[in-house]
């Protein structure tokens, strides 16, 4: 065999087989780093990771391929930042299949937006819109859309406005599952399925701080039709977007749908810090609302709310709850409840007879 056609066959044979999985880098940190994640994300084949360099970097990343985001920490004397991500002034936007339905949040901006394959991220913060105004268009700092499964660990979401820290929605009938562990949002953690009693999304959210502010400011973590774990997490607030408008509670805890879910709330921290003693014709702060059948709600500790829970006559199993310095403890117990809670400086600890 002549040496030219060697040299062939290792060309041919090359060709046929995809570049290997490797890590790539971003910023200044190593040389020949990539300078943006978005160039890095398109030149890195399925399975890579992608090394961030600590520093700031004012793009949209649109990501539709198995991959590892992973933050690399500064040592240097700017106090050991990491990857800091920035909305930046134009970026695509996207609805939602979720919740266009009913005209709930309207375009959605997102600045790390995984469209399709298993992403892993960590060590990632973004600050996204940083100014009150017209709402033309939400910010979503994380974002992951139908088809696409993953987990975000230690990152971060920062801004203010009209903003949802973390957004996760299947509406497929192909399962997805995405974790967010140990991490912190300003503005509230959205997730939401159309076909629940298919088993779509799988959601797992714990140990996580969240402040409540987003949708409008009235959820900290909402649920819709979703399936999984709301575990460990610490929750403040909620507030309202406008103190003027008491048209409806807000909840830390937000789990809703039409069809009976596999949902677990269990061992979260909501602390308010506009406790209620008083009664009021509007109910303001709710600890966890429920609006649909078959969660399972244990061992949370709930205080300085309007009321701990609101079951809204729905079928779960709640237990193991410690409420206090709140006016009602539980609301809307639909018959023959049998849950055994804790109450502390509650003035009403159930209410029945309203189901």
Not at 46 to 53: E, F, L, R, V
Not at 107 to 115: D, E, F, G, K
Not at 124 to 142: D, K, L, M, W, Y
Not at 283 to 289: A, E, F, H
Request: proline share 4%.
């Amino acid at each position: 065999m002549s040496p030219k056609t060697i040299w062939l066959l290792a060309v041919l044979a090359i060709c046929a087989y995809p570049a290997a999985a490797s890590t790539y880098y971003v910023g200044g940190c190593k040389s020949g780093s990539f300078s943006t994640i978005s160039d890095a994300v398109k030149a890195a084949p399925a399975g890579s990771t992608i090394a961030i360099c600590a520093g700031k970097y004012f793009e949209q990343v649109i990501i539709s391929k198995d991959l590892t985001l992973n933050g690399l920490v500064s040592s240097s004397a700017d106090g050991g930042a990491g990857a800091q991500v920035f909305a930046p002034s134009s970026m695509q936007t996207t609805t939602s299949p979720i919740y266009e339905l009913n005209d709930m949040f309207g375009p959605l901006a997102p600045v790390i937006w995984v469209t399709a394959g298993t992403v892993n991220i960590q060590n990632v913060a973004i600050n996204g819109s940083t100014a009150n105004g017209p709402c033309t268009s939400r910010n979503v700092g994380f974002l992951y859309a139908t088809g696409a499964s993953g987990t975000l660990n230690h990152v971060g979401y920062f801004g203010q406005g009209c903003a949802v820290g973390i957004w996760v929605e299947n509406a497929s009938f192909t399962p997805t599952a995405v974790t967010v562990e140990n991490s912190s949002s300003a503005a509230g953690i959205v997730t939401g399925s159309l076909l629940v009693q298919n088993g779509t999304l799988t959601v797992t959210i714990k140990g996580n701080q969240v402040f409540p502010t987003s949708p409008e400011g009235s959820y900290g973590i909402f649920l819709y039709e979703v399936s999984g774990t709301v575990e460990a997490n610490f929750i403040s607030g909620p507030r309202f977007a406008d103190s003027n408008d008491y048209a409806q509670p807000v909840a830390a805890i937000y789990g809703t749908g039409t069809s009976s879910t596999d949902l677990m709330i269990s061992g979260n921290t909501i602390q308010i810090n506009n406790a209620s003693t008083e009664q009021d014709e509007h109910l303001g702060n709710i600890g966890i609302v429920l609006s649909v059948d078959g969660a399972t709600v244990k061992s949370n500790k709930i205080s300085g709310v309007s009321a701990g829970l609101d079951l809204g006559c729905r079928l779960a199993t709640v237990s193991g709850n410690t409420i206090s310095n709140s006016y009602f403890g539980i609301l809307s117990v639909p018959a023959g409840f049998t849950g055994v809670n804790t109450f502390y400086n509650v003035f009403e600890r159930v209410e029945v007879g309203q189901c």
